[in-house]
């Protein structure tokens, strides 16, 4: 044997590990803290509980899991390597399609790219010498969660140390950003307000400060009547046309006042509506009694003082027929329609109309949900060949808002669901709400169908979901939001993209309609969440317990600079700039001549991000302010540069701003 032969052994020696590496499967894991968006973690089988297989290949080990899910697991010393292979499950059926991405400590070392229903599966091997931690997340294709079943097949760790172990993100306590309001007033109302000519008008000046608080009005129209103690103007809209109003308010602290551009025409949400919907806190509990609460609760906490106006009712104030399977609850069972085909609300609902008037008594507004389906998601009456008869129902009573819920309606047009099958029932309820004596805000609720962006406008919309329910993939606020602003052509002034309700606070568990408790987010997610669908121009319903708000979630719902960004009259959604996989700027064009910036961070560590004035088409010396703290931070040449914690937004205001 040579001397360099028996170097060269010697060295392979030498590099060989003293322990031969342990194999620790995935399945063999505590998989209770991997958050998905349906079902739990199957363990060596498929969402369907099948055996795991991808495109025929059959896995004798791993976890079946579904879109979106997120894993974290902390890494012991000796933790050597991750291999598994990864694709959509053969059972989750057509249309399943999803992206697997591996981060190592914070870092994405793995993006499998968008892998569809029957494609063969792609290896993953990682090097985790050194590492801390490991995080497995399998988010949707684009195109929402449905059959989104990912495996991780034959996932397994290469450990000569202790094994591996799942971890729970380090909790973050609730920071307050939003300065305390002021005694003297501060007006919070958007520059313009659409309303039809000849029908009521309502509306309640949002305003902060001490009361009592004295309101006036110049250049109100005539056919309009101010409530000088409660700043609640009544009465009928004008003739066409645009009335530059001059409201003021004034307590014993001081004054402020600002001009109301009331534009009477046939566009309606000329800014994002605002309010509270009931779904994602109550479900199928909600009562009469919850809803007026709900109006007593915007006026008492001051969201009505900065803008949120609505009240509204989603699913299950219906009738339901008696199902074993769903049992609903027997006061809410019964006939759908009475002899003339009149929509019969539940014994929880006792009186409708008198619902819409104790809301209306507070300045405030009224909404209604319902199904163009013969049912609605939960099983409640829809309005199938009904439609004109429940919409002037609905303006009988009094109400200001319709969301219209897809749901059951598939089982009545063609599998193929061409375009014009899926425009049709919004055509037709979209024109019999136009022909009502009232102003009546219309959603579309069909979750993205058919591109609705690009039509939704023309059929009558106000605003429309852009993908599936939030509830489900509330992890991936970052990710929604970026596909919704591939929308952002579309949306303008009337016309809004609605990626779904804000859910911060105590929220019940989509999965399964649970009663409310805290978000799984952390407080700067929740901040983000704000932040994210003020620069989106999103509407803001908050679909959270009203009675569980407290300062945290109040402060983050009701910055009056933040809902300012979201009301602007330019009604601009924020265009994307990219800097690397996870950090990005949202830019958003403002009215006055400056622009809101969000210094967005979607990766799970702190990470610096720079707004360079080239991104944002600005040059020289520009102030920078911070929405949050309502801070001006000065001026700054050339860019601007903050260190964003993990999920987290910086949202500021950079550039001169024009005189009004």
């Known amino acids: 044997m040579t001397i360099r032969r028996s170097l060269a052994l010697c060295l392979a020696c030498w590099a060989a590990p003293l322990f031969a590496a342990e194999t620790v499967w995935l399945d063999s894991l505590d998989l209770s803290t991997m958050r998905q968006g349906w079902g739990r973690p199957q363990v060596n089988r498929s969402m369907r509980e099948k055996p795991l297989t991808i495109a025929g290949t059959v896995f004798a080990h791993g976890v079946g899991t579904h879109a979106t899910s997120t894993y974290r697991v902390l890494l012991a010393r000796g933790s050597e390597r991750f291999t598994a292979t990864v694709g959509v499950d053969d059972a ?26 029957g494609q063969p599966g792609k290896p993953v091997s990682v090097d985790l010498r050194g590492a801390t931690t490991l995080i497995l997340l399998v988010n949707d294709g684009g ?31 609730p920071y307050v950003l939003t300065p305390e309001p002021g005694p003297a007033p501060r007006l919070n109302f958007p520059a313009v307000y659409g309303a039809r000519p000849g029908n009521p008008f309502l509306y309640r000046i949002p305003a902060q400060g001490t009361r009592p608080m004295t309101f006036s009005a110049l250049n109100l129209p005539s056919s309009l009547r101010l409530d000088p103690d409660t700043g609640i103007i009544t009465g009928t809209t004008p003739p066409a046309g645009k009335y530059h109003i001059q409201l003021a308010a004034r307590n014993p602290r001081g004054g402020a006042s600002r001009t109301f551009t009331l534009v009477s025409g046939d566009t309606l949400s000329l800014t994002p509506q605002m309010g509270w919907n009931h779904w994602y806190a109550h479900y199928h509990r909600i009562t009469d009694a919850m809803m007026r609460e709900a109006a007593d609760i915007l006026i008492r906490s001051g969201m009505a003082d900065v803008g949120y106006d609505y009240v509204n009712i989603d699913d299950c104030w219906m009738n339901a027929e008696a199902d074993a399977k769903r049992k609903p609850d027997p006061a809410r069972v019964g006939p759908f329609r009475d002899a003339q085909g009149r929509l019969l609300p539940n014994a929880h609902f006792p009186d409708m109309k008198g619902l819409a008037d104790y809301i209306h008594a507070k300045g405030l507004k009224a909404g209604l949900y319902t199904s163009p389906g013969p049912k609605t998601c939960a099983g409640y009456a829809g309005a199938w060949q009904h439609e004109e008869q429940d919409a002037r129902l609905f303006a009988e009573w009094g109400y200001d808002f319709l969301k219209y819920d897809w749901c059951s309606y598939s089982t009545v047009v063609s599998k193929e669901r061409t375009l014009d099958e899926m425009q049709r029932p919004y055509r037709l309820m979209g024109d019999l709400l136009r022909r009502q004596p009232r102003d ?38 970052f990710e929604v939001a970026l596909k919704n602003c591939e929308h952002r052509a579309w949306q303008k002034p009337g016309a809004w993209n609605d990626p779904d309700y804000l859910q911060i606070g105590y929220i019940g568990n989509a999965r399964g309609g649970g009663l409310p408790e805290p978000c799984d987010l952390s407080p700067t997610e929740q901040y983000s969440f704000m932040s994210l669908w003020a620069l989106m121009a999103s509407p803001l319903f908050y679909s959270g317990d009203l009675t569980r708000l407290d300062e945290f979630t109040l402060n983050v719902l009701c910055n009056p600079e933040v809902i300012g960004v979201n009301q602007d009259p330019l009604g601009q959604c924020a265009r994307v700039e990219r800097l690397d996989d996870d950090t990005f700027l949202l830019v958003k064009d403002l009215a006055d001549g400056s622009k809101a910036v969000g210094l967005c961070n979607a990766g799970y560590e702190a990470a610096p991000v720079v707004a360079s004035w080239g991104k944002l088409g600005l040059s020289g010396a520009q102030p920078v302010r911070d929405v949050w703290r309502h801070t001006n931070l000065g001026r700054f040449q050339g860019e601007f540069r903050a260190e964003v914690k993990r999920r987290g937004v910086v949202l500021v205001r950079v550039g001169e701003t024009r005189a009004p």
């Open 143 to 173: 195109d929402g969660v449905r059959n989104d079943h990912g495996n991780w097949a034959d996932a397994q760790f290469a450990v000569t140390g202790a094994r591996p172990k799942p971890f729970v993100a380090p909790k973050e306590d």
């Open 92 to 117: 989750a059926g057509a249309g399943g399609s999803v992206v697997f991405q591996v981060l190592v400590d914070g870092k994405r070392v793995f993006n499998s790219g968008v892998m569809k229903h």
């Open 440 to 477: 009546i805000v219309f959603n579309l609720c069909q979750y993205g169908m058919g591109d609705v962006w690009k039509w939704g406008a023309e059929i009558g919309g106000h605003s429309w979901r852009t993908a599936g329910d939030l509830g489900y993939e509330l992890d991936r606020i």
